[in-house]
Every structure is written in C-alpha cells, then in structure tokens.
C-alpha cells in the first residue's frame, strides 16, 4: 500500500508538470484528488489495512494528500498566468491601427439655406415664425384677398383634403395673417418676421418643379415702412447672401395680397451677368416675389391701413441651392436618394 501510495504521488506530481491549461488541470484534479480520484481512494482504504500499519500509512498519506494539494494550487497560479499572459497576446491592441471612421449624418442641403437664410434676416432683426402647413382655404387664399374664383388661384394648384376647404398650403402667405393675428395684438404692434417653412402644389413633377419646396415669406409691419425699406432690405440680404458686389433688378408684378407688387431679380451669381446656361442668358435670376402688402390683408390682420402699412417678400430657397451646388434636378430634394444627400 505505502508503495502504491508513493508511486502514486510521483505519478501524479511528474502529470502536473505536463498541465498548461486549466482544462488539463482540471482533469488532473478529478484523477488523483477528486471523489473517486486515486489518491483519494488510497486514503479512504486506510481502515483495511492492519492495525500496525495503519498510522504509519494514514500519516504519509495525508502528507501526501497535502503536497499535492501545494503543489496542485502553484499549477493552478502558473496557469492562470500563462493564460492571461496568452490572452493579452492575442487580444493585444494595436494603438497604432487607423480609427474606423463611424458614418456621420448631415444637414440636408436645403436645411443648409434656410439656416443661412434664418441667420441673415436674423441680423436684420427678422424672427422665425412657424405657421402651419395644412390651412383652411379662408387663410392661404380669401384673407390675403383672393376671392373664391379669382384668376390669380389658378397659379396656385391646390392639394384638397377630404375635409372641405381644409388644404395643404400653396404658399407661406397664409402665415403672414396668423403672425399678425398671433403677434399684432390687435393691430397695435409692429411685427419683423419671416416664415420659412413647405408648401405643397398639384404639379406635374419635372426636372424644375417638384409639389413641395419651400418658402421663405418675410413681413415687415410699422408705421411709415415704404416701398424703399422694400428694397433696401432686400438688397441687404442679397449683399450678405451673394457678396456685397450683387445687384438687384425690381420688377412691376402682380399679387393680390400686394399693392403695388414686385418681383426681384439678382444679377447672376454664376456669371457675373455675362449670361450662361444656369440664368439662361438672361444676366438674372429671379430670386423673390414682394411688395407692400395690401390694406385689404393689413385689414384682415387686424392692422388699420391708415395708420399701418408693411411689406412681405416670398422666396424660393432650392432654386437657390440648386445654383450653389450646380443640382440639375429638383426631384433630387425629397428623393431620399443617399447618393446625392451624402455629398453635402
Ligand atoms: N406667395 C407668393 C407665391 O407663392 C410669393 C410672394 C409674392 C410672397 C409676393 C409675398 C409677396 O409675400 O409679397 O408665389
């Protein structure tokens, strides 16, 4: 038995010298020292043998039982150690790798001008109003003094909803009489904002027009505001937005909701007025609808024409954008096509 017991230990002791990882180690433990290991059933058969040699054997054996229980937790540390070692080795990090670049989202071009649009007017003094774009037909057409079958609708392709009269908004304009009714207070406060924001018409969808773009209307309410405050305001924002070397061409126009109307031309940013493709020889490119308002809609605001009077721009942000970044096709601003948003 003490034999046994001793070329157990060498056998065991000579087997943990070949465990390097703790699956192997493991599996050692179950062969000598687990429940049914054989050193541990050497230990237990300690009662079978004769009195005389029973303490001399037991004594040894716990002897051994510990020394391999040492040398058992010294494996189990050098182990660990070679496994850390090993995993930091091969999960090692390699600082001097490029950073993976994560996908940035970005403002999509037309957000981009209406903010250059916001910040400008903003330094004019001009707030942002947000009016809404599903309006009642009273709002977008018969207070800005279209009468229900005035010509000048038919400019203006109407989306109806199922709810009579309720309709999508062809024009920031309707805004205009809210921002009076909201901010006029009566008709006793003067009112600077501009409204920018979608309108929606019932077009046939092609290269150059789309049945949503957007808008942004200025309005400008006060005593003693003239045509000239018109036009050097806006000839202000044209110098901030085109350089301070643009010029301006005004010309007589037609809105119900202006008396007199104008539209405003810039000279063409691209060519200088030389003519090219973009104005279409022309020199210019038309960049607002504008005039005083009427005293029909300063009425229906709330505002006494005699003692008030106002003027109100309308312009078209993407023709604009398209200039500036040379977009051929307005279909693609709500395409959602990614190709296109990711180049800006
Ligand atoms: N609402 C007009 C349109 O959509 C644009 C416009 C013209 C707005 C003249 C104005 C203005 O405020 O005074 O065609």
Redesign the pocket.
């Known amino acids: 038995m003490l034999n046994q017991l001793e070329s157990q230990y060498s056998e065991s002791l000579a087997a943990l010298e070949n465990v390097t990882d703790s699956e192997s180690l493991h599996a050692w433990e179950i062969k000598y020292l687990g429940k049914k290991g054989s050193v541990t059933l050497l230990l237990r058969s300690t009662g079978q043998l004769p009195a005389e040699e029973r303490a001399n054997f037991g004594k040894r054996a716990n002897e051994v039982k510990n020394l391999l229980f040492e040398a058992y937790a010294a494996r189990e540390k050098l182990v660990a150690e070679q496994e850390l070692a090993l995993d930091l080795e091969e999960g090692a990090l390699d600082v001097t790798l490029p950073g993976r670049e994560r996908p940035a989202g970005g403002l999509h071009p037309s957000t981009q001008t209406l903010r250059q649009y916001a910040e400008i007017w903003a330094e004019m003094g001009f707030q942002v109003y947000r009016s809404r774009d599903v309006e009642t037909d009273e709002y977008n057409f018969q207070l800005l003094n279209f009468p229900p079958h005035h010509p000048a609708r038919d400019?203006?392709d109407t989306f109806h909803t199922t709810e009579p009269n309720v309709i999508l908004r062809?024009?920031?304009?309707p805004g205009?009489i809210r921002a009076m009714h909201e901010l006029g207070e009566n008709g006793t406060q003067p009112i600077r904002v501009i409204l920018p924001g979608m309108?929606y018409r019932y077009e046939q969808i092609t290269s150059r027009s789309e049945v949503q773009f957007n808008?942004v209307?200025?309005?400008a309410i006060g005593h003693n505001i003239r045509m000239s405050d018109l036009k050097g305001t806006v000839t202000e924002f044209a110098k901030r937005m085109y350089g301070d070397n643009v010029r301006l061409r005004f010309r007589a126009s037609y809105?119900p909701?202006?008396e007199p109307?104008m539209e405003i031309d810039v000279e063409c940013f691209l060519c200088g007025g030389e003519g090219c493709r973009v104005c279409k020889y022309a020199g210019w490119l038309e960049i607002?609808?504008?005039?005083m308002?009427h005293p029909n809609v300063l009425r229906n605001g709330g505002y006494d024409p005699t003692i008030w009077s106002g003027?109100?721009?309308?312009m078209g942000p993407e023709r604009a954008t398209m200039l500036k970044h040379g977009i051929r096709d307005i279909r693609y601003f709500w395409g959602n096509d990614l190709r296109f948003l990711e180049q800006f």
């Open positions: 400019m203006q062809t024009q920031t304009s205009q309108v808008q209307e200025g309005l809105f909701f202006t109307g607002a609808g504008s005039g308002v003027f109100a721009f309308g």
